[in-house]
């Protein structure tokens, strides 16, 4: 892809009612669970992104009759032992749900496979889900144990196991669950903290034996997935940098219609609450996700300290409460954010240098990060994504509240991989 850049210049305020792309995580989950469910599938507001792109492309490769019809991606189900071989290297691009997830259920089929990716997807950890897999039995082989993709997995027979997951993350405990769905016996995995619950809403809605006890999700073996239609709620993630420009911009208010409000991604809101901000959920309907209309007004900020127990709720969320937090009046700390080091790019480092480049006081501690409230920013010709969505778009937020000064991020084609219109959107609601 194209090398790009943005110029961002500061706003007054931001203003307008918005609808957001689908959620990101769901999307994924949507494609996969759809694809080893039995009879058809309809997915409205997919997430017409690279990461979600590339699970869809991974499923036609096996052999799955998937379309767009009127807007909504179709997916014929093939059931869980329906996938077909690959005949070359399936390739996520940048897309680490897709990998870990994929293992998963790649894990108990019938044939051979090689998942691949970029060379940051390649970079990236794969040990976390590979050891529990090949504990369950799993032949998985790759770089350093298994630990670095290119990973070549061979379907085996499964076991099932009780998982301790030393991480709270969502992407362990589905790639755990989706290889239990083909294991003998129950597989369970416990937390020390809840991750998000989109793998066990919808294996539960598309009709898997699955059940929760406090941190702990276990689930049979099935084959009897049934096809569903849904429609996947707007993307809280991609929420939070609107929020965020909305609290710091006097004047501003903004209401996004539509938007995920699943309680173990709602940590942003809890803390930016905590830290004063004016966030009111409306018309909130249940279902198999709760969905809800949010307005945001802006308003002063007070520090906080983000706990590490906190940290699964808020994880994708976290570079845009860094920004908060530089606005925020006294010291705010975030604990215990390592797993911000193993995303696209360490994500500690990647905003603490953008960050510093627009004059804030931000400094790291181990895996704590300590921001001052200096209540400033100034905008800065030598801002970098680092080739990272989360980053790219939390920078952005920034040279929007800037107080004075164009802002240019480098290498802003990163976006596309969560949130391709974001740029167009921001530039919708933005007012001089």
């Known amino acids: 892809m194209r090398r790009q850049f943005k110029k961002i210049k500061p706003a007054g305020r931001v203003e307008g009612v918005i609808t957001l792309p689908g959620d990101k995580s769901i999307s994924h989950r949507a494609v996969m669970i759809g694809s080893i469910a039995h009879g058809e ?15 869809l492309n991974a499923f036609k490769k096996m052999g799955l009759d998937i379309r767009v019809s009127g807007g909504a991606v179709v997916i014929r189900g093939a059931g869980l032992k329906g996938l077909k071989k690959p005949v070359s290297d399936i390739y996520l691009g940048n897309s680490g749900t897709s990998m870990r997830l994929l293992l998963g259920i790649l894990a108990g089929q019938d044939f051979e496979s090689v998942l691949t990716g970029d060379d940051s997807l390649n970079g990236r950890p794969m040990g976390r889900v590979t050891v529990p897999l090949r504990r369950m039995g799993a032949d998985i082989r790759g770089r350093d144990e298994a630990n670095f993709a290119p990973l070549t997995v061979k379907g085996a027979r499964l076991r099932g196991i009780d998982y301790v997951s030393p991480v709270a993350s969502a992407q362990v405990k589905s790639s755990i669950l989706f290889a239990g769905l083909s294991a003998e016996g129950v597989t369970s995995v416990t937390e020390p903290f809840r991750s998000r619950d989109h793998t066990e809403r919808m294996l539960a809605l598309f009709g898997g034996d699955i059940s929760t ?4 999700v276990s689930v049979r073996p099935s084959d009897g997935l049934v096809g569903k239609n849904i429609c996947i709620p ?6 939070a940098f609107f929020i965020v420009a909305a609290m710091l911009l006097s004047g501003s208010e903004i209401t996004i219609r539509d938007l995920g409000c699943n309680g173990t991604r709602t940590g942003v809101i809890d803390i930016l609450r905590r830290m004063g901000g004016r966030i009111e959920l409306g018309n909130t309907r249940e279902g198999w996700e709760p969905v809800c209309d949010l307005t ?5 900020l007070r520090a906080t300290t ?4 906190e940290i699964p709720r808020a994880i994708d969320e976290i570079p845009a409460l ?3 937090a530089v606005f925020a009046k006294g010291r705010t700390v975030i604990k215990g954010a390592a797993e911000l080091r193993v995303k696209e790019t360490d994500r500690i480092a990647s905003m603490l240098h ?11 501690e181990g895996d704590d990060v300590i921001i001052e ?3 400033t920013l100034r905008g800065s010709e030598e801002l970098s994504s680092f080739k990272d969505h989360r980053t790219a778009m939390a920078v952005a937020v920034a040279g929007l509240c800037a107080a004075s000064g164009e802002s240019v991020i480098d290498e802003t084609e990163c976006v596309n991989t969560s949130f391709p219109g974001f740029f167009d959107i921001m530039g919708s609601v933005a007012v001089d």
Do not use: H, P
Not at 213 to 216: A, M, N, V
Not at 234 to 239: K, R
């Open 41 to 55: 599938t309809r997915i409205e507001n997919f997430l017409d992104a690279e990461d979600c792109v590339a699970t």
């Open 213 to 216: 006890d406090g941190l702990k």
């Open 234 to 239: 707007g993307d809280i993630s991609s929420a």
């Open 296 to 300: 945001v007004r802006s308003g002063g």
């Open 306 to 309: 983000i706990e590490k127990s």
């Open 322 to 324: 860094m920004v908060a």
């Open 354 to 364: 953008n960050l510093g480049k627009m004059g804030a006081s931000v400094v790291c």
């Open 373 to 375: 409230g200096t209540g």
